[in-house]
């Protein structure tokens, strides 16, 4: 079995069907993939929410809040640089420009677009990657 390291976004994309994502992301760290939680988040609840949601279902928590909306930027390259330092292979979020940012960065790296509402067909994917496992 081939293992892929996972990197996805919270606010966005997990946030919208966090049950649903959590015992499939739980999946996919049971059959051998390793999972991150790669998320910019505002301080007190809004990391909180990440930090809970990560405990709750074993996955590891790389959310930072030190940085504010205005520093979009900086978010992207901070998602660009976790993504090479963890050496992730297929990285989920809901923003065009940070799945390019990370792309740039991270040639050996997929970078897979949700837009938000549509966090069924990124779901579909990940069962489809946990089903090819079995």
């Given at each position: 079995m081939k293992?892929?390291?996972?990197g996805i976004d919270y606010g966005g994309v997990i946030s919208f069907a966090p049950e649903a994502y959590g015992e499939?992301?739980?999946?996919?760290?049971?059959?051998g993939h390793k999972v991150y939680i790669v998320s910019h988040a505002l301080p007190g609840n809004d990391h909180q929410n990440r930090?809970?949601?990560?405990?709750?279902?074993?996955?590891t928590d790389l959310t930072f809040s030190d940085l504010t909306?205005?520093?979009?930027?900086q978010v992207r390259q901070?998602?660009?640089?976790i993504v090479?330092?963890?050496?992730?292979?297929?990285?989920?979020?809901?923003?065009?420009e940070r799945?390019?940012?990370?792309?740039?960065?991270?040639?050996?790296?997929?970078?897979?677009?949700?837009?938000?509402?549509?966090?069924?067909l990124t779901f579909e994917i990940l069962k489809t990657l946990s089903n090819e496992n079995n």
């Open positions: 293992t892929f390291t996972l499939m992301l739980q999946r996919l760290q049971q059959i930090t809970e949601f990560a405990n709750k279902y074993g996955l909306p205005q520093q979009e930027d901070r998602k660009a640089e090479q330092q963890y050496e992730i292979d297929l990285f989920i979020d809901d923003s065009m799945c390019r940012s990370v792309e740039l960065v991270n040639r050996n790296c997929t970078c897979i677009f949700a837009p938000q509402g549509h966090w069924d």
